[in-house]
């Protein structure tokens, strides 16, 4: 459930937070005809696709009417996830290891990837529960895949315990080996 209520809860507070970058007071400013157009044209603008987007998601969710139904709930799957590291940290676990990612790294030229949101949201699906419940995380190369393509693993640790992280990344980099990617750029 984390994936689904990442996406809830982090478009809204992008929208929430971003709602001040209105061209007025701060950030990027477009002339326009009047100041609805000047909104727009600073919107589109100064925010790429996905962030446009974000915001859009974020401004529904929070809207009369959806709030109860999509924002308070995802709040609540937030509290759960909190919860549950909560429990592991209580019953001696010192970090959790995960994938970074389901798959390898997708190539720059795979337009499949890139041109379909979906399946570049579905790629969080093993570190948004860090973001959710406010917890510290690294992502550390792990090795190439059979394509040649990275592969990363995730250490998610107790709240302030970075230094504990850091120490089992080195480890896990030192036993990956270095490795270098396939020269693609020339």
Partial sequence: YALPAYYIVAPAEASSNLARYDGVRYGLRVPGTDIADMYENTRAAGFGDEVKRRILIGTYVLSAGYYDAYYLKAQKVRNLIKRDFDLAWANGVDAILTPATPSAAFGIADQDMHSDPVKMYMQDVFTVTVNMAGLPGISVPAGLSNDGLPLGLQL??????????????????????SFEPEKWWG
Avoid at 166 to 172: D, E, K, R, T, Y
Wanted: charged residues 25%; aromatic residues 10%.
């Fill in 156 to 177: 998610i640790g107790k709240p302030f315990d970075e230094s504990t992280l850091f120490q089992l990344g080195s480890v896990i980099e030192d036993a990956a080996g």
